[in-house]
């Protein structure tokens, strides 16, 4: 079986028998997220999770791409070819007629040229120019299923999750290498080109393998979960151990990968050592780290997209700041009014784990008193900062990871709640809403 066939076999699988071909895409800047159900694709805010924008087709949807800079997306149809949309307008800026079968694949371009790929019987890609809405040439460049194509770090070149994997010129557009990957059985699911010679590929036949593209040679490979098969057409349980997104960490050095059982497994990108293994034990049709890689969005079985954190990545804890004045009067004969303020951190919580510091600031400035816990999330003061002037109180919580956050109050004149009142007490002089004396006793003159 070609190369071809055995794709349209497995393409075929997962659109028709298991429904999972499902594309879920982030907006580059992980604001947004694309979800495609069959003819339309929606647009979804990653904080809201409500739908921004619906842009609908009259023909299935197999393929999007966000532009790299401008609110614009790329969306691949069975048989109306492309289109490219304006998401914040929902209008349509062009339509590019050339594809007369599925669009598999696109790719942006030095954020002006698009590559389009339609990979049935035979290789059919063009490459557009967006700024003209023109064909600039027709090329052979199959851009398979999934994110199964990188560009190189220098923006030079293309390399697809063929079987061998395919290097392009993107200055020419032409061929120039074959690489073929050591016990490599199907195509790849998901590539990253992470450095000039290295390339992580993620496999359907659920490996991950670094290899050296310049030498051919592999660097290593490691299994993404506890099963691979090696038939050329998956079953149903197979699917559930396809690579469905990779994610690399420049900083760290690491690589992640997501499979379709939900196994999330973490490595050392030079020597491929594992560094991390979690489950995400939510069922889904599709799913895929967010840019920043501490999020997953996925498409529930119910067919709604939903975002959770990622189990291997700490999340930085939340601060909550709040006050409260307290007024307490002395014992007689000389009962006199005190007031304190407290402040209150006890809002603050840690999504997977536990706060262990809490500190305060008073105008930028570290409150410091003769007795603070900063394992607790109160703060005494023993005088009331001047009703009639703004001052910034700011909590830092420092959770068990080490990671911080902060959150800040105003307190002043027409933000100051009313304080919490002694029975015995009652305000005798008043300044609009705001007590400026109060007086106590036993009973109160009527």
């Known amino acids: ?35 495609v159900d069959n003819t339309t694709v929606y647009i979804i805010d990653a904080s809201t999770l409500e739908t921004v924008a619906t842009l609908p087709h009259n023909e299935k949807v197999w393929s999007v791409a966000w532009h790299p800079m401008e609110p614009i997306i790329a969306v691949g149809t069975s048989n109306e070819g492309i289109f490219i949309w304006n998401v914040e307008t929902e209008q349509v800026l ?14 942006w371009i030095d954020n002006r040229y698009l590559i389009s790929s339609e990979v049935t019987e035979e290789i059919v890609s063009f490459i557009w120019d967006i700024e003209t809405s023109s064909l600039v040439q027709e090329v052979e460049i199959p851009l398979l299923l999934g994110n199964a194509y990188s560009i190189s770090p220098d923006e030079q070149y293309l390399e697809t999750g063929a079987h061998p994997i395919l290097i392009y010129n993107l200055n020419t557009y032409e061929l ?51 099963y691979a098969y090696e038939t050329l057409v998956p079953t149903p349980d197979d699917v559930l151990k396809f690579i469905f997104d990779l994610h690399y960490f420049p900083n760290s050095q690491q690589i992640m990968s ?89 809002g603050s919580y840690d999504p997977d784990g536990t706060i262990v510091e809490y500190l305060w600031y008073m105008d930028g400035a570290l409150i410091t008193l ?20 703004e001052t910034i109180f700011t909590l830092v919580v420092t959770d068990n990871e080490g990671f911080t956050s902060s959150a800040s109050f105003t307190y002043g004149t027409d933000m100051s709640p009313q304080p919490t009142q002694d029975p015995n007490c009652y305000c005798d002089v008043w300044n609009g809403d705001v007590c400026l004396t109060w007086e106590c006793s036993n009973t109160q003159d009527q």
């Open 1 to 35: 079986m070609s190369l071809v066939s055995a794709f349209v076999a497995i393409l075929s699988l997962l659109s028709f028998q298991l429904d999972i071909q499902l594309p879920l895409t982030w907006k580059p800047d992980g604001q947004q997220l694309a979800f």
């Open 370 to 389: 003769p007795v603070q816990d900063t394992a607790t999330p109160y703060a005494d003061l023993s005088s009331v900062p001047n009703q009639f002037e």
């Open 176 to 226: 120039i290498d074959r690489v073929v990957v050591e016990g490599a059985l199907n195509p790849a699911f998901h590539m990253i080109w992470i450095t000039e010679d290295t390339v992580i590929m993620g496999d359907l036949d659920g490996f991950v393998r670094s290899i050296n593209i310049n030498s051919a040679m592999l660097n290593y490979v490691v299994e993404a979960n506890d």
């Open 258 to 346: 997501l499979s379709g059982d939900g196994t999330i497994r973490q490595w050392d990108v030079v020597t491929g050592g594992l560094t991390g293994e979690a489950t995400f034990n939510i069922p889904f049709k599709n799913a895929t780290f967010n840019p920043a890689g501490d999020r997953i969005a996925y498409i529930s079985l119910t067919r709604s997209v939903e975002i959770a954190p990622n189990p291997l990545i700490n999340q930085p804890p939340v601060a909550v700041a709040d006050y409260e004045i307290i007024i307490t009067t002395t014992p007689p004969p000389a009962s006199r009014v005190v007031e304190t303020m407290r402040l209150d951190g006890s």
């Open 94 to 107: 062009s339509q590019f007629p050339g594809h007369s079968n599925w669009v598999t694949g696109l790719i």
